[in-house]
T-cell receptor, first 116, second 115 residues
Framework: NAGVTQTPKFQVLKTGQSMTLQCAQD?????MSWYRQDPGMGLRLIHY???????DQGEVPNGYNVSRSTTEDFPLRLLSAAPSQTSVYFC???????????????FGSGTQLSVL | AQSVAQPEDQVNVAEGNPLTVKCTYS??????LFWYVQYPNRGLQFLLK??????LVKGSYGFEAEFNKSQTSFHLKKPSALVSDSALYFC?????????????FGGGTRVLVKP
C-alpha cells in the first residue's frame, strides 16, 4: 500500500519563487490536510479539505493556496516563497465521518523546504 | 480554543526503565486525544487515541495512556523502554464541540532511551 505520497522530498527555493507541493493518497479518504512542522512548535494546520471541491483554512493559511479537484490529490501551492516558509511540510489524510475509527490520521513522509 | 501542552522538550531514560511523556490539554467541550510518534526523517505514525470509555488506552508498541479529566491530562507511558523507542512524540487534541475537524498538536517531546 502506498498510503500518502508526498513529492518532492527536498526543495530549495529563492525568495519570491512559486512552487507546488504534491500530495496523493490511495485510501479513498475524504479528509486531507497540510501541516507545517517547526522546531518547538509542533505541527500547525495550514489548510484542509473534507472532500473534492471543498477546502478551508487552518491556523496558518497565509501565503498558501490549496485546491481539491479529486479525492486522491491535495496540492499545496506557495505563491511567492518567503524565508519564513522554510519548514517541513506534511500531508495527512483520514476517513471522514463521526465514527471513532475514522479518528486516525495517516501522514506522508514530508517535504523539507528551504527558502533562501 | 483548543490547545495542548507538552511541558518537557526532552525525556531521557535508561533502557528497561519506565517511560512517561506528559501532556495536558484545554478544550471547551469533550476531547478526543491522540499520541503520534515520529522517527527520524519520517512522517508521524498513530500510536493510540482516547475517544470515550475506559480512561486507560492501550496502543501500538506496548504504549498506553491514561485520560484524566480532572487534571486535563493524557500522559503516555511504557513500562519498559527500548532503545528503539527513541523518537519524537506528539500529543494532539480535537474539541468535539468546536466547528471543523481541526486537530491541534503539542510542541513535541523528544525521547532518548540509552542502552
Amino acid at each position: 500500500n502506498a498510503g500518502v505520497t508526498q513529492t518532492p522530498k527536498f526543495q530549495v527555493l529563492k525568495t519570491g519563487q512559486s512552487m507546488t507541493l504534491q500530495c496523493a493518497q490511495d485510501m479513498n479518504h475524504e479528509y486531507m490536510s497540510w501541516y507545517r512542522q517547526d522546531p518547538g512548535m509542533g505541527l500547525r494546520l495550514i489548510h484542509y479539505s473534507v472532500g473534492a471541491g471543498i477546502t478551508d483554512q487552518g491556523e496558518v493559511p497565509n501565503g498558501y493556496n490549496v485546491s481539491r479537484s479529486t479525492t486522491e490529490d491535495f496540492p499545496l501551492r506557495l505563491l511567492s516563497a518567503a524565508p519564513s516558509q522554510t519548514s517541513v511540510y506534511f500531508c495527512a489524510s483520514r476517513r471522514q465521518g463521526s465514527h471513532a475509527t475514522n479518528e486516525k490520521l495517516f501522514f506522508g513522509s514530508g517535504t523539507q523546504l528551504s527558502v533562501l | 480554543a483548543q490547545s495542548v501542552a507538552q511541558p518537557e522538550d526532552q525525556v531521557n531514560v535508561a533502557e528497561g526503565n519506565p517511560l512517561t511523556v506528559k501532556c495536558t490539554y484545554s478544550v471547551s467541550g469533550n476531547p478526543y486525544l491522540f499520541w503520534y510518534v515520529q522517527y527520524p526523517n519520517r512522517g508521524l505514525q498513530f500510536l493510540l487515541k482516547y475517544i470515550t470509555g475506559d480512561n486507560l488506552v492501550k496502543g501500538s508498541y506496548g504504549f498506553e495512556a491514561e485520560f484524566n479529566k480532572s487534571q486535563t491530562s493524557f500522559h503516555l507511558k511504557k513500562p519498559s523502554a527500548l532503545v528503539s523507542d527513541s523518537a519524537l512524540y506528539f500529543c494532539a487534541v480535537r474539541d468535539t464541540q468546536a466547528a471543523g475537524n481541526k486537530l491541534t498538536f503539542g510542541g513535541g517531546t523528544r525521547v532518548l532511551v540509552k542502552p
